[in-house]
């Protein structure tokens, strides 16, 4: 059991900024827009996440998401080891992906997901 990829999503107050920036100036591969959240490629493997939000905290918005086709699987796993699942795996029909969220022990958002989207290949 393994994952696939790697996103680290952060909080933007400005999408179109930091499009502009991370498209037009980095000129990294938009991998996924998902309106509110766009995806960039920035190794095979490798990608960053920026979702609008109206107000940012220190930490706030930021997630380290493990992209696996296995999160059923990892959430056994996590259960097993005792490790609390604040959220677990569902559909979430906004952004196409089935999920599942813990803390780390420096309480650092994990998301497990799966995409459902067509449109995503992590693998291409």
């Given at each position: ?36 959240c ?58 196409q ?28």
């Open positions: 059991m393994s994952f696939d990829s790697i996103i680290t999503f952060l909080p933007t107050r400005d999408l179109v900024q930091t499009a502009q920036f991370y498209e037009d100036i980095l000129e990294l591969e938009l991998a996924l827009d998902q309106t509110r766009r995806i960039y490629r920035v190794t095979q493997g490798g990608f960053l996440g920026f979702c609008l939000k109206d107000e940012i905290k220190p930490h706030d918005g930021v997630i380290l998401t493990l992209i696996t086709e296995e999160v059923d699987r990892w959430h056994a796993l996590l259960t097993e080891h005792e490790v609390t699942i604040e959220k677990p795996p569902v559909f979430n029909p906004e952004f992906i089935y999920q599942m969220f813990l803390r780390d022990p420096n309480d650092y958002l994990i998301e497990i997901q799966r995409f459902e989207d067509p449109q995503w290949n992590v693998k291409s």
